[in-house]
């Protein structure tokens, strides 16, 4: 837990700026939802136990390897910068199953709840996620002793 504050405060002010000048830049009208700390707080903690679960069962060149496919996987074929439907429709499935969408729908509802709706469905999805990566971290590092 102390790991995922000490970069919660390392990443929290450049997200801040980030979304401001994002907004000053597409002039896009935040109304700051109170639900923004603990949402950006469940996909915070949803990334870390997802990637502690990958770190605890595999090798690490094979971690090294899956993880920059998800940085290109994300950047490329994620509907976080546009809308899901836009995909052939396997893949908009599996982006249904997959958090990441669910993370980019909790943070927009968040910060701008008159632009973007807020799915109770993404929470659910991130919860899971969380849930299930917390429990294989978990199985890896008592089994290991």
Known sequence: MADLTVWLAIVVPGVILSVLVGAWRFGLDLQVSPLVVPAVLMVALTATCVGYALASILPYMVTVIITQAIVVFVFMF??????????????????????????????RGTLAPNEFGLPVGAFVTLAIWCLLGFGVTYVAMTRRG
Request: hydrophobic share 45%; glycine share 6%.
């Open 78 to 107: 994620s509907p976080l910068t546009f809308l899901p439907d836009k995909l052939p429709g396997w893949l908009e499935v599996v982006h249904r199953i997959l958090p990441i969408q669910a993370m980019g729908e909790v943070t």
